[in-house]
């Protein structure tokens, strides 16, 4: 079975053509398209414009890429939340169109949910606790009794926005978190900053109040200031990982999300994974962060396991919780 997913829930709008190979997913083309705010955060309205002006091109370079037919789709995906409403709302138009074209059936997927099954789908590993750290999100997920369930989270701001905020207060261009990981390779002094965790959850708010006065002060090397806020907020994460996997008494960890491209933080939550006896995890880059064979391949999950829409429930949701799903693959 082949399927094309379309991702659109912030400022990426991605398609991927996936296909099911003995319950293994082959990904045979994910091209994305990124949406960058000339200055400030995203602006909704503005990244869905930019996300309509690129689909239709997308679709076609994705299917050239696959080197399929048209025909050769079996379904349609796409993400229909969590995420900004224009954004969701342009990507669910374009995978109907799709649908009603070719006539094949079309499925709403999670996004979050599709972060963990592209990961298990593509990595080997079997029942994972997935830190999920992405601009918005910052989450550990592990399944249990039916559902994905949110264990820990940030109790403000997700990760990826912390690193966001704080480079452009440096004078970074967005997306600051590989400027902020380039710099902090050249930093080696730790510099105290608050490290909150609650129970299993985090925060980074008052990280990032501190982190910003360290610069206005002029004591410290930016490249020092980077250095400790990676290892201050990579560490709390390990630590919430560490946490969900004890209460879970799951023994592998899998990464996704933006920031898990990040070198340190993999080998921080490696290092963890290590000393558990446990199993670690993550998938390619281009999978990691916002991309349409996550979609794809959640759409093949759901589609085989009996879920089916007609266009009428084809709705978008802006806060379309990842426990809100029913795990029926599983
Ligand atoms: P979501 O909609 O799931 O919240 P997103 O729209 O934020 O996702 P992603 O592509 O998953 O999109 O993640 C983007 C975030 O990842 C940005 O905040 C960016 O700064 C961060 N990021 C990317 N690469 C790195 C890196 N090497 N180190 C740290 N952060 C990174
Ligand atoms: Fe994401």
């Known amino acids: ?90 990507a669910a138009t374009a995978a109907r169109a799709l649908s009603l074209t070719l006539d094949k059936p079309i499925v709403g ?14 990595t080997g590993c ?10 918005a999100n910052t989450q550990t997920i592990a399944f249990a009794e ?19 905020k704080f480079g452009r207060i440096i004078g970074l261009e967005f997306p600051c978190g590989p400027k902020i990981e380039k710099l902090a390779e050249k930093g080696d002094k730790y510099i105290d900053l608050p490290y909150s965790i609650k129970g299993m959850d ?22 020092d200031i980077c250095y400790s806020i990676q290892e201050t907020a990579f560490a709390a994460l390990a630590e919430i990982t560490e946490r969900a996997m004890a209460h879970t008494e799951k023994n592998e960890v899998l990464l996704g999300g933006g920031v898990t491209c990040n070198k340190r933080l993999r080998e ?35 589609y085989k396991s009996g879920i089916k829409m007609n266009i009428k429930e084809t709705t978008i949701d802006q806060r379309y919780r990842t426990d809100m799903v029913d795990v029926k693959w599983r």
């Open 1 to 90: 079975m082949i399927c094309l997913g379309i991702e659109g829930t912030a400022h990426t709008i991605g398609v991927g053509i996936v296909e099911d190979v003995d319950e293994k997913c082959k990904v045979l083309a994910n091209v994305i398209k990124m949406y960058q705010p000339k200055e400030g955060g995203i602006h909704p309205r503005e990244a869905a414009n930019h996300h309509a002006n690129f689909i239709a091109n997308l679709v076609i370079d994705a299917i050239k890429k696959a080197n399929i037919d048209k025909k050769e789709i079996d379904l349609i995906a796409f993400s229909k939340g969590p995420g900004l409403g224009p954004c969701l709302r342009t």
């Open 126 to 135: 079997e029942d994972p606790v997935l830190l999920y750290v992405s601009g």
């Open 146 to 164: 039916g559902k994905y369930r949110v264990f820990g989270e940030t109790l403000d701001i997700g990760i990826g926005n912390m690193l966001d």
């Open 268 to 302: 921080m939550v490696k290092t963890m994974a290590k000393e558990r006896k446990a199993r670690f995890y993550v998938p390619r880059n281009d999978l990691c962060v916002d991309n349409g064979a996550m979609i794809a391949w959640n759409g093949i999950l759901m």
């Open 202 to 223: 985090v925060a980074f708010s008052g990280l990032l109040t501190a982190a910003e006065k360290t610069v206005r002060d002029k004591k410290h090397r930016i490249e």
């Open 109 to 122: 997927v999670n996004h979050c949910v599709a972060h963990i099954e592209i990961g298990r789908g593509t």
